[in-house]
């Protein structure tokens, strides 16, 4: 059965902490995806990578850095943690012109 | 701006009848689309999707209708069963490019 797990389910941190999350799929997929979910914002592209070591801006990249040093695992970095950073984060994996898979997401609050 | 649109937050309907999504789209660059579902405290699962070749696609009771001139596609469930409950969302890509454009979701109730 395929799988895209993510390190934590729930998450508090602190304004200002570095915040690191990982994903890690095991179905050898080229593509890897990072999401936030906001009521009435639907799911919004982060940043995605096509390839180990390549990565590609989304839709709201600020705030946010990424790392892909292997296929099967994608992290997603907040440098410096702040309250409006505080939502669900969903991980994805697909290969080209397929459907996404997606892990259990993270709930991550900053306080 | 949204390039993927779903304006009807939530939608309540009756067990055993059909329930029908609506998502609109503004980018005619866009040639796949696809529904997702959400259960809350999981991830999105994929449901259905159809190519801009084709204008309507069926597997179950779920079938996903394109029409590409008003830029305005459905997902039809039929019957509509109370596991039905969730949020689900319309997503579009372009083939050469691999970005998703997922709307911002409909909340759908199904009531026993």
């Not at chain 1, 180990?52 to 296929?71: A, F, T």
């Not at chain 2, 699962?45 to 209708?65: A, C, P, Q, Y």
């Not at chain 2, 509509?80 to 997922?102: L, R, W």
């Amino acid at each position: 059965d395929v799988k895209v797990t993510q390190s934590s389910r729930y998450l508090v941190k602190r304004t200002g902490e570095k915040v690191f999350l990982e994903c890690v799929q095991d179905m050898d997929h080229e593509n890897m995806f990072w999401y936030r979910q906001d009521p009435g914002l639907g799911l919004r592209l982060i940043y995605f990578s096509y390839d180990v070591k390549m990565k590609e801006k989304g839709d709201i990249p600020e705030g946010y850095s990424v790392s892909r040093e292997k296929k099967e695992r994608f992290s997603l970095i907040l440098e410096s943690a702040s309250t409006n950073q505080t939502s669900m984060y969903l991980c994805a994996s697909s290969l080209a012109q397929n459907e996404q898979f997606f892990g259990p997401g993270t709930r991550l609050t900053v306080l | 701006d949204q390039q993927v649109k779903q304006n009807s937050p939530s939608l309540s309907v009756q067990e055993g009848r059909i329930s029908i999504l609506n998502c609109d789209y503004t980018n005619s660059m866009f040639d796949y689309f696809l529904w997702y579902k959400k259960y809350p405290a999981e991830g999105p699962t994929f449901l259905i999707s159809i190519s801009s070749i084709k204008d309507k696609n069926e597997d179950g009771r779920f079938t996903v209708f394109l029409n590409k001139s008003a830029k305005h596609l459905s997902l039809h469930i039929v019957p509509s069963q109370p596991g039905d409950s969730a949020v689900y969302f319309c997503a579009a890509e372009k083939t050469s490019y691999d970005k998703v454009i997922f709307g911002p979701g409909t909340s759908l109730s199904v009531i026993p």
